[in-house]
């Protein structure tokens, strides 16, 4: 059945004919719908934002009174994990998602109903891999696994094992989150042949992400503009191959990817570890030493 999951009352009505029809009350609702517009930030209209931002936060506020009415059930919002790392061509996607996270929180502390909040990261198929290789590359770079849709059932399966209402899924920064992930993918192992992705709570997530996302940015670039697959970290620039050239390509990649300032002697002069250890308290204490 096709309707507008923003209109509360469509909403209501599907559901009641629904129970009707099955002799039962509803026991969870998924929301999952959005609309991925790709524009710069600059082309925004009201009406391209509005198509944007409706699906998401009248959605999810339409869900929220389908389980205020029925309080045993549960919601599952799926969010997207730009809402963290943000995202090129869909600024007003990853605002949604972020404005939808907030909105999660906001509707249980208010109203009591039983709403989870997973954001995940990409899911892996034709479309994505074909139209969205810049992000796939972003996310990656930012700690995110790309799902395939094995690994995205699986983590459906973890996500629920978790005591924690709002995750970030396929964002592996916490070894402490192994166990669950790990006893949902024991009963999948039979389809299951990748590693495992993680769900990770949104404050832990949020806490750590700032500092892997260093060492993600900086491995990430020095992969990109050396063209080497492995890093050792004891290396220097200069032992990894780089030169004169390839150094100021270096610092001008870290520099937008960090927005920080940087010297090429910061980068030619030490190993991969100092420059990340470097780099980690400028951008915590952008003004101690200039
Ligand atoms: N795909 C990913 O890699 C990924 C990653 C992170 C998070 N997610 C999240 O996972 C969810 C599903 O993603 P997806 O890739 O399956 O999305 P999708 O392929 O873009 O599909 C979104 C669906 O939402 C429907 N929709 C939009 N506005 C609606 C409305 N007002 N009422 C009812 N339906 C509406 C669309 O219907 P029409 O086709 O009729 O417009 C479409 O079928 C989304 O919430 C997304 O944010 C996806």
Redesign the pocket.
């Known amino acids: 059945m096709a309707?507008?999951?923003?209109s509360p009352d469509v909403l209501e009505l599907a559901v009641a004919e629904a129970e009707k029809h099955w002799g039962r009350r509803m026991t969870g609702v998924f929301h999952?719908?959005?609309?991925?517009s790709h524009r710069h930030v600059g082309e925004n209209t009201k009406e391209s934002l509005d198509a944007v931002l409706?699906?998401k936060i009248l959605?999810t506020a339409a869900v929220a009174e389908l389980l205020i009415r029925r309080p045993d059930s549960f919601g599952v919002v799926?969010?997207?994990?730009t809402a963290l790392y943000g995202s090129y061509l869909m600024g007003a996607y990853a605002a949604a998602?972020s404005i939808q996270e907030a909105y999660c929180w906001t509707l249980r502390a208010n109203h009591g109903v039983d709403l989870r909040c997973w954001s995940?990261?990409?899911?892996d198929c034709d479309d994505?891999r074909e139209r969205h290789y810049q992000m796939r590359d972003l996310a990656q770079a930012k700690g995110f696994d790309v799902l395939s849709p094995a690994q995205g059932l699986a983590c459906i399966d973890a996500a629920f094992g978790h005591d924690q209402m709002d995750m970030y899924i396929g964002y592996c920064p916490i070894d402490a989150h192994q166990e669950v992930n790990a006893r949902a993918f024991a009963r999948r192992e039979e389809t299951l042949s990748e590693p495992a992705p993680c769900c990770t709570p949104h404050a832990q997530a949020a806490e750590t992400s700032a500092r892997i996302d260093t060492e993600a940015i900086v491995l990430h670039v020095l992969r990109t503009v050396l063209d080497l697959d492995e890093i050792d970290q004891d290396d220097s620039f200069i032992d990894l191959g780089g030169d004169s050239l390839t150094v100021l390509q270096t610092v001008h990649a870290l520099e937008t990817a960090l927005n920080c300032t940087l010297t090429p002697d910061a980068v030619l002069f030490q190993s991969v570890r100092q420059l990340v250890t470097a780099l980690r308290q400028k951008l915590e204490h952008p003004t101690s030493g200039e």
Do not use: E, K
């Open positions: 309707l507008d999951a923003c999952l719908s959005r609309v991925a409706a699906p959605g799926f969010s997207s994990a998602s995940w990261s990409m899911w994505s």
